[in-house]
């Protein structure tokens, strides 16, 4: 890209070293569990060992009696404000604390108070609760079964475990085109439960003060302003007015989804602050992160793909089973209860298309979230890429060619999809051809021959992955009714340095930089005089947070519009002190210069000065602009992505010898930023692909509920990841960017899945559900007799 | 809850507490000291956000008691810049992008110190085995490696020059 500012001036397309860091290498990060009040209080929280079970009584004497235990709080204690209950993001309730029964695992019970965390640590083993276990429904398919049990016996007209249906597309159209067909293929694919795994926790301080009303909370969220809505809502029958609550989002170490939701921690933490008119902190330990935090995917799906003989792709129909545990906590925008899943025509010219997710209530944490991706994008991905390989070896085509024959060409864009969406931008096949030739495919699948004929176990994988993001256009994308929109606001102080504050929140993305650089990009002021702030419901303005990749798209566009108005008052000072008329201004490198006449010129650091000390008569003073950005589609980010494995034939673990990314997220505001969270995305897309799963036993007990046997990949695991790039801007968005947060957690996965069924091809094997494990591979290859 | 009374040398100053047996080196630092760098991460030494020098050795310091630091040497991320320059590794984190939220930061930072202390010139494996017991959910660890790199290239410089001059 081009570069049109300096690198003093640090615009767009600069590798700027990031704001944020000199705090965090210093140890100086501001994060929740560094917060201490004075007279602060600790909170932790008694959970449930049962999957299903009846609470005949809570006994909280032998806790209260331990010195500095100052209380205990129950469902009980809630249900007298009515707070025992909350709604979730999908219009679903779930329970803050229960009053009749439990229903999963680790479920909050109740709340000890104490002086001290370790004595509240000490007050919840003390605390004693009687339970009567129920049956427990861990498998959705046996959920939706006549004769199940009916888990929400709280809603009274409920006779069954079935949350929602959604479908879309056109059924006749493509149950027709399949019945038609050549050659059809059917895989069923299970993406199982994974969990976000942040390494800081979620936690808040909630500060309540008595006297004037005030609730501040400090709080691990990735959507501060929404967060505080949804208190005044809930809460307002108690006196909690949205004027007087406050929600700080200090620094996150690390959100990925799982930071958006409400969860019961939190609202115990307010309600306790409340009772005891004192600050009350709740750290949740990484156990209770991972056993009781909302999980992401759990989709069970049936991928068809109808094609000519030729490899002409002509129909997909994907039909998927959702589990939701015990309530729909997913945290999608509220018209798409299956969130983008229609986005899983991929990057194919596919002329019919259906699909309907069906979801099921089981003895589970709620949840539904996203684990770095935009809203079921990519269970969407995953389904689409495993069984475009699935028919390529039906075919008995190569992957590469049979993508190249079905990609969308680029003359086509704007494309209107058969699910319904309308693609802004691509060019697929330059994606894959860089790649391609980058990694020298062709080599590598002669050197797979070779070995092949030696008994050695290599495989390929493609994906070519098409992404929607940066949600969204308010016709149709809100949440609880806001739309999702997003905000900026600038301000331009006297000396020409700049304040500029967001409605989004970063946890590590790097927004203090990016934003900055977006601020220098248009107004010429350097990046390094620009101070960003978010996080702050107090002082930033309105805005729906970050997460689904939708920072660049909607807040970043929000801050070049704002800059864009504050340039156009600029110019009128300019044409003032100039004593020109601004059709005879021209705008270059931070000034205004008047045309033909370049030495008659005023800096943006001039023009800002006048604006505070001689404006233009009949002028308002001052130089700032803020910005509600609605945007009018939304992007669509891709990549292709090439993955070659080497499988070891003794113990069925899969090696990733090379792994290239070729992304195109439209234009870039820090490429040097934007390489990292590739990396970081390819790193957790890798993570579900091999290692991460969070299963049940029929009892509903959990595995993979520590990080003793939750594999989260360490640097060993992880291979050196190699990254590429292509442009295509976004036609739409105000600098051509698309967002690029979590292409790659999308379209790692088939590509690591779709290069260990490659490896295994020729034994006949056509999918592995992921994670693939060395067990699951070892299995294999011991059925087809080739083990070592 | 018997207490005991403990001296801990920090970053070379002395501290005196007065510690319940229980707690945690960890919760020491963090709350009895208010030295915030040092994270929690997990409960079950895995993740290595919590990672300090105990004379000299990396320490998960959330699975030491406080009480095992007495009369013993103690560094953390906070002790890693001197006299207001940042240490190599600080540096090299920053200039190549070896972090994002931040919040593994210090673990992998003083890891990555005990490794160069031992081995100025480590090979790529070989950061990769010293931060293994440290999990980074944002960088995917490429950018750490280069880090650890970088910092590693600056030491043997500056000790070049010195043995030079």
Known sequence: MELKTTAAVCGMGHSMKRKEDPRFIRGQGHYVDDIKLPGMVHLDIVRSPYAHARIKAIHTEKALAIPGVLAVITGETLAQFNLHWMPTLMSDTQMVLPVEKVMYQAQEVAAVIATDRYVAADGVEAVEVEYEPLPVVVDPFKALEPGAPVLRTDKKDKKDNHIFHWEAGDRAGTDKAFAEAEVKVKQDIYIPRIHVASIETCGCVADFDRVMGHLTVYMTTQAPHAIRTVFALVAGHVGLSEEKIRIVSPDIGGGFGGKVPVYPGYVIAVAASVVLGKPVKWVEDRMENLQADSFARDYHMTAELAAKRDGTMTALRIKTLADHGYADAAANPSKFPAGLFSICTGSYDLPHAFTEVDAAYTNKPPGGIAYRCSFRVTEAVHAIERITDVLAQELKMDPAALRLKNFIQPEQFPYKSALGWEYDSGDYPAALALAMKMIDYDGLRREQAEKRQRGELMGIGISSFTEIVGAGPSKQFDILGIKMFDSAEIRIHPTGKAIARFGTKSQGQGHETTYAQIVAEELGIPAAHVQVEEGDTDTAPYGLGTYASRSTPTSGAACAVAARKIRAKAKKIAAYLLEASEEDLEWENGKFFVKGAPQKAKTIQEIAFAAYTNHPPGMEAGLEAVDYYDPPNLTFPFGSYICVVDIDSGTGAVKIRRFLAVDDCGNIINPMIVDGQIHGGLAMGMAPALMEEISYDESGNISGGSFMDYLVPTAMETPSWETAKTVTPSPHHPFGAKGVGESATVGAPPAIANAVVDALAHLGVRHIDIPITPEKVWTILHAKGVAQ | ?165
């Open chain 2, 1 to 165: 809850m018997s207490t005991h009374k403990i001296k801990v040398k920090i970053q070379g100053v002395e501290r005196e507490a007065e510690v319940e047996s229980r707690l945690l080196l960890v919760h020491l630092l963090r709350e009895s000291l208010s030295m915030t760098g040092t994270h929690i991460g997990c409960d079950t030494t895995h993740c290595g956000a919590c990672t300090v020098l105990l004379d000299g050795q990396p320490v998960k310091s959330c699975t030491v008691l406080a009480v095992q630091a007495d009369g013993r040497e103690v560094m953390t991320v906070e002790g890693l810049e001197q006299e207001g320059k940042l240490h190599p590794i600080q540096d090299g984190f920053w200039q190549e992008h070896g972090l994002q939220c931040g919040f593994c930061t210090p673990g992998m930072m003083i890891a990555s110190y005990a490794l160069l202390q031992r081995n100025p010139d480590p090979s790529e494996l070989e950061i990769r085995q010293a931060i293994s017991g440290n999990l980074c959910r944002c960088t995917g660890y490429v950018n750490i490696v280069k880090a650890v790199q970088h910092a590693a290239a600056a030491l043997r410089a500056t000790k070049e020059r010195s043995t030079a001059a």
